[in-house]
């Protein structure tokens, strides 16, 4: 039960610094999902590795029906593909409120491209990863559609056990590669990349044999793989993931799908590629949140969580999971947290209907506890907080931070651990 908490909270989207590593006979490979607040849309990210000279399918961004179809007649392409623009998985099975089935469609005649762009524009289409009520569609791509003879993977991404960039690659594409690596962990090849020096051509070469390229596609695919190095340094991404990487009936090397992450610290030199971030699915809360540099997710329960520390926050939820409570929110302030920042975050959790309680749940690392404290008196007082508070504090400065609540005159319930803290919540919202 307390597990199905936090794999709540990371199915919701949570964007926390994790990693998950792939174990092999010779290869230790540790995968970094980094902090991720930027959201860029299919084709958006297509331009960007087009840009980079990565080969791409031939594609255009229509807004309306009629530029759908002239996109299409444009493209004159044998086969074209039509796709939904939204920043959710599972478009192909999803159902627009128009009526029609799937955001993904393949058709031979410009003409349905048109009828088919009328029923998706403007409207909301549901899949199970977007809010029940769906998300509206304010943009397709119109591309061309190309045959794929044989899949491949690759990604380039950054790895702290080798400090620095990795190519990871297999022959295996168009799965999910942990399940390539657990079941034949022979296929999967590692290239560690010296960052100074950058892909040298035989590491190039050496990746594209051994996703099994033959005679002239493997030149192809080694040119391929450099620029998206090159892409992968130019933008200052923390990962470029390409599945498939494929090769067609025609003899062409093409980057089928992919999946591109920021280092968001970098964003003071990547304004162009910030500019392009589409917030206009996020949630709004989440959006404030991020404003006050708070990490905000919304759950279902009615236990609001204030906490310090992604794995600390997730730990959080498990407990008052585990002692029959259900947590309302997954809220990470940070290591450099302020008093304005505690008061945001007492507005954003109690601005939630559902919020019957409130758990503070803090250790003081490098988190001042008289901070947090005299955060949560102010926010306490100007608020006028109407439900039950409950405060853990432990670490840095807490006695002065506890002295400070306890001559406070607040209802505030202080608890000497996180079992107590849930504990004391569950039974506020009982009472």
């Known amino acids: 039960m307390a597990a199905s908490m936090a794999s709540q909270a990371a199915a919701k989207g949570l964007r926390i610094t994790t990693s998950k590593h792939i174990l092999l006979d010779k290869i230790k490979c540790t995968w970094l999902s980094p902090r991720r607040w930027l959201n860029l849309q299919e084709y958006q990210s297509k331009k960007l590795m087009q840009e980079s000279g990565v080969a791409v399918q031939r594609f255009y961004v229509a807004d309306t029906a009629s530029e759908a179809l002239e996109a299409a ?94 190519m990871v690659g297999s022959p295996q594409g168009g799965m999910d590669i942990e399940e390539v690596a657990e079941k034949t962990p022979e296929l999967i090849f590692k290239e560690v990349i ?78 162009s590629v910030f500019a392009m971030d589409d917030m206009s699915e996020s949630d709004p809360t989440e959006m404030e949140a991020a404003k006050w540099d708070l990490k905000y997710i919304g759950l279902d329960g009615n236990i609001a969580c204030f906490v310090n520390g992604a794995g600390l926050a997730m730990a959080t939820c498990d407990i008052i999971d585990l002692h029959g409570g259900k947590p309302a929110n997954f809220l990470d302030l940070g290591g450099g947290v302020q008093e304005r920042q505690v008061y945001e975050a007492f507005k954003l959790l ?47 400065n807490v006695d002065e931070a506890k002295r400070i609540l306890s001559e406070s005159g607040l209802p505030i319930t202080a608890a000497e651990n996180l079992d107590d803290a849930a504990k004391k919540a569950v039974a506020a919202i009982r009472k």
């Open 73 to 166: 007649k444009r493209l004159n392409a044998k086969e074209i593909v039509l796709k939904a623009q939204i920043l959710a998985g599972g478009r192909g099975k999803g159902v627009f409120d128009s009526g029609l089935k799937g955001g993904v469609h393949l058709t031979k005649d410009p003409a349905v491209v048109g009828e088919l762009a009328n029923q998706m524009l403007g409207f909301n289409l549901t899949t199970k990863q977007t809010p029940k009520d769906g998300v509206k569609v304010k943009t397709v791509m119109v591309a061309e559609a190309l045959d794929i003879t044989r899949e491949t993977y690759f990604a380039i991404l950054m790895d702290r056990a080798c400090n620095g960039p990795v």
């Open 350 to 396: 109690t601005a939630d209907p559902k919020v019957e309680a409130i758990l503070v749940n803090i250790f003081g690392g490098i988190v001042n506890c008289a901070i947090i404290a005299n955060g949560i008196t102010k926010a306490c007082r100007e608020l006028e907080l109407k439900v039950p508070l409950v405060v853990r504090l432990e670490g840095t």
């Open 194 to 271: 010296d960052i100074f020096e950058g892909v040298r051509d035989d590491q190039a070469l050496r990746m594209a044999a051994n996703l099994e390229f033959k005679g002239p596609l493997q030149r192809q695919a080694a040119d391929q793989i450099k620029s998206l190095y090159d892409l992968f340094m130019k933008v200052d991404a923390t990962q470029v993931e390409v599945n498939p990487f494929g090769e067609t009936p025609q003899g062409q090397v093409v980057c089928f799908d992919a999946k591109i992450n920021f280092d968001d610290n970098a964003e003071f030199r990547q304004k």
